[in-house]
């Protein structure tokens, strides 16, 4: 059985809950994730989006890709936290940010993606998949 997982922004507005167990979990050091989230990678542990019950409302903000598709990352607009990502390559699947989830430790990375980009302070498991750009297809 799944375990559930459940997560959700500083201010509390944003919370979610899934029900079923990650596709993948993966590191994104792409320059849009440093932007993003103000540091090296965003942490992403993405789930099937219909296993999502979301109660509050991110604000998404949409950019496109190194790759050509489009990112949305949603954010509480009170607080600012970053909780979600819609990708355009996975439409059936949500991204969760590891940092907003109620026990981030389930964050067991199997790749990083973008180490094109990533930052020399920025200290890579080495025993992980490494992408040099986005999710392999
Ligand atoms: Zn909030
Ligand atoms: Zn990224």
Same mark, same amino acid.
């Given at each position: 059985m799944a375990q559930k997982i459940s997560g959700g922004c500083a201010c509390g507005a944003i919370h979610y809950e899934c029900n079923a167990d990650p596709v993948v979990m993966l590191n994104c050091h792409c320059r849009d994730c440093q932007r993003a989230s103000g540091s090296a990678y965003a942490a992403v542990v993405v789930v099937p989006k219909r296993a999502v019950q979301m109660r509050g409302e991110p604000r998404y903000y949409k950019a496109v890709g190194k790759a050509g598709k489009a990112i949305e990352r949603g954010f509480c607009p009170t607080c600012g936290s970053q909780v979600t990502v819609k990708l355009e390559r996975l439409p059936d699947a949500l991204g969760l940010q590891?940092?907003?989830?109620?026990?981030? &430790?389930?964050?067991?990375?199997?790749m990083d993606v973008f180490? &094109? &980009?990533?930052?020399?302070?920025d200290h890579m498991n080495p025993n992980i998949q490494k992408h040099t750009e986005g999710l392999p297809s």
């Open positions: 590891a940092g907003s989830l109620d026990d981030p &430790s389930i964050h067991r990375p199997k180490t &094109s &980009s990533a930052q020399p302070w």
